[in-house]
């Protein structure tokens, strides 16, 4: 059974680029101190319970320093989205991508994983769909974990 992916990392600090089509470059989400930054997979079979219940793992994992979570410390988070996370590599020289979600299903996912958190009370900063992004972070341990749901 494929299950919604995420790659959570404890950071101090990340931020999100894009370039735009008139090649100006620009951060579209950004957050500073201690907080998680989540890159977010979703394939073909997740559902919004799905989304939902990831957002509640990610306010409540005891990932942040003296076990914590975002929710005990009001910590933010920057969620991004990566199909990339259902690559798969083991045949041949170029991976595959039939795992993941077309856009029309994961954006949506996507969307419901922020829109969850927010309304968890959580301060939320995000890449942009479909974008060609410059992520950049200080992973804080380092410290980063696979969640499936």
Request: hydrophobic share 45%; aromatic share 4%.
């Given at each position: 059974?494929?299950?919604?992916?995420?790659?959570?990392?404890?950071?101090?600090?990340?931020?999100?680029?894009?370039?735009?089509?008139?090649?100006?470059?620009?951060?579209?989400?950004?957050?500073?101190?201690?907080?998680?930054?989540?890159?977010?997979?979703?394939?073909?079979?997740?559902?919004?319970?799905?989304?939902?219940?990831?957002?509640?793992?990610?306010?409540?994992?005891?990932?942040?320093?003296?076990?914590?979570?975002?929710?005990?410390?009001?910590?933010?988070?920057?969620?991004?989205?990566?199909?990339?996370?259902?690559?798969?590599?083991?045949?041949?020289?170029?991976?595959?991508?039939?795992?993941?979600?077309?856009?029309?299903?994961?954006?949506?996912?996507?969307?419901?994983?922020?829109?969850?958190?927010r309304a968890l009370g959580a301060t939320v900063a995000t890449g942009r769909f479909g974008a060609r992004m410059r992520v950049s972070l200080t992973n804080d341990g380092p410290f980063t974990v696979l969640l499936e749901i």
């Amino acid at each position: 059974m494929v299950r919604m992916r995420a790659v959570v990392q404890r950071v101090d600090g990340a931020s999100v680029v894009v370039t735009d089509d008139d090649g100006e470059t620009r951060t579209v989400g950004e957050i500073t101190g201690e907080g998680l930054c989540v890159l977010v997979g979703v394939t073909h079979e997740d559902t919004k319970e799905k989304a939902a219940q990831l957002a509640r793992k990610l306010w409540s994992v005891r990932m942040l320093h003296d076990e914590k979570s975002c929710s005990d410390l009001a910590a933010p988070l920057l969620v991004i989205s990566q199909f990339t996370l259902y690559g798969d590599a083991r045949k041949g020289r170029r991976p595959t991508w039939n795992a993941a979600a077309p856009s029309d299903v994961a954006e949506p996912l996507v969307d419901e994983v922020v829109a969850q958190l927010r309304a968890l009370g959580a301060t939320v900063a995000t890449g942009r769909f479909g974008a060609r992004m410059r992520v950049s972070l200080t992973n804080d341990g380092p410290f980063t974990v696979l969640l499936e749901i």
